[in-house]
Structures are given as structure tokens and as C-alpha cells.
């Protein structure tokens, strides 16, 4: 199957900062990424979808000018925390969409702390 | 989108056939079923997706009922490897938008 990576792996950060995560297609050109968050022992929350050279779609309650999102090519979309803080830590998983195989890749995901 | 109810959890002997079913009973003409599964600590993964015919591939066997209100997701030979949490998606429209439930726990026992 095709490949979206994800960067860093693994990120702890100050409560205050901004941190941002990469997601890129290696092998196929996204028009549309997903982002999602996952906290322990519950299933992925879609936050918002990111389409190429296109504002982002939040999904309901989640902060648009928390969360800033970049899709600024085919193959990256970039997710900035602002401003973290101890509630934001969570798995953050971001997938691409494969058009022409009706596919949805996932990337390794992102694990956030927040001290 | 489409509603699905998996059961929370289910177990089966390593080698032997597991069978997760799925429940999709307002799902509409034209909406495909979408099988992932994610490993502990891992992004999902992508299984197999199918609309009306039966799929298989090197994964796994898709049977989707002739009313398309259920689906069985099957592993032939499970290994301990396929301990997963298992998420049947209907995603409803073309946006490929995938809203995850609950999923099925699938434990293999040695």
C-alpha cells in the first residue's frame, strides 16, 4: 500500500509552546488529508480535513486557531498546536486520501506531551 | 454517514478463521464498507473495501450480505500478529471522510 509518514514520532514540549507536526504522502499525490486525534483507550476523533491550496474543514468543537493547518502540496500537510497545553497531549494520526485507488493511507502518528 | 455496530470484542485461536461481523443497515445504494484495523500504538491500517460483491485480498475475505445490511470481515488463518482493534467505516459520501466508532477488539490466543 502506499505511504504517508509522519514527523516527528514523538514530541514533549512546554506548556505554552507550539509545536507542528508533518504528514506527507511519499508515493501518491493527496488532494485530501485528514487529521485525527486519538486519546488513550478511545478511537480516533476526526478534527479536520485539509485540502490542498484550500482552508481546512474543522469538524464541530474542535479550534480552528488552536489547531492551524497547512495542506501546502500534493504531498504535505502540516498541523500546528498553539499555545499547548497538558490537555492537548494525544495521539495525533493524519491520513491521505488516494483517489485513484479509493484508498485512505495512515500515517505512524504523532505522540504529543504536554508538560 | 452510515451508522455500523461491531461487537466490542472477540477472540479466536491462533491459525484458526476469524469472523468480525458488521452491522450497516442504513447504508445507501451507492456507499462502499471500509475495513481498517490499528495495532497498539499504531496508526490504521487499511484492510479492504468493497460495495456489493464479495472482495478478497492478500488480507483478508469481505462478504457483504445481498441487502448490504451487514458485512463479515474475515481473516482466514489469524496469527498472534492480527491483535487489533477492528474498525468497519461506511464513509457515506465522496469526501472519503472516515468516522471511527468503537471497533472490534480482536484477541488471538496462542
Known amino acids: 500500500g502506499a505511504v504517508v509518514s509522519q514527523h516527528p514520532s514523538r514530541v514533549i514540549c512546554k506548556s505554552g509552546t507550539s509545536v507542528k507536526i508533518e504528514c506527507r504522502s511519499l508515493?501518491?499525490?493527496?488532494?485530501?488529508m485528514f487529521w485525527y486525534r486519538q486519546f488513550p483507550k478511545q478511537s480516533l476523533m476526526l478534527m479536520a480535513t485539509s485540502n490542498e491550496g484550500s482552508k481546512a474543514t474543522y469538524e464541530q468543537g474542535v479550534e480552528k486557531d488552536k489547531f492551524l493547518i497547512n495542506h501546502a502540496s500534493l504531498t504535505l500537510s502540516t498541523l500546528t498546536v498553539t499555545s499547548a497545553h497538558p490537555e492537548d497531549s494525544s495521539f495525533y494520526i493524519c491520513?491521505?486520501?488516494?483517489?485513484?485507488?479509493?484508498?485512505?493511507?495512515f500515517g505512524p502518528g504523532t505522540r504529543l506531551t504536554v508538560l | 454517514d452510515a451508522k455500523t455496530t461491531q461487537p466490542t470484542s472477540m477472540d479466536c485461536a491462533e491459525g484458526r478463521a476469524a469472523n468480525l461481523p458488521c452491522n450497516h443497515s442504513?447504508?445507501?445504494?451507492?456507499?462502499?464498507v471500509y475495513w481498517y484495523r490499528q495495532i497498539h500504538s499504531q496508526g490504521p491500517q487499511y484492510i479492504i473495501h468493497g460495495l456489493k460483491n464479495n472482495e478478497t485480498n492478500e488480507m483478508a475475505s469481505l462478504i457483504i450480505t445481498e441487502d448490504r445490511k451487514s458485512s463479515t470481515l474475515i481473516l482466514p488463518h489469524a496469527t498472534l500478529r492480527d491483535t487489533a482493534v477492528y474498525y468497519c467505516?461506511?464513509?457515506?459520501?465522496?469526501?472519503?471522510?472516515?468516522?471511527f466508532g468503537s471497533g472490534t477488539r480482536l484477541l488471538v490466543r496462542p
Open positions: 491520513s491521505a486520501s488516494d483517489w485513484d485507488k479509493g484508498e485512505q493511507f
Open positions: 442504513t447504508i445507501s445504494g451507492n456507499e462502499y
Open positions: 508515493d501518491f499525490q493527496a488532494t485530501t
Open positions: 467505516i461506511v464513509p457515506g459520501d465522496s469526501s472519503y471522510k472516515l468516522i
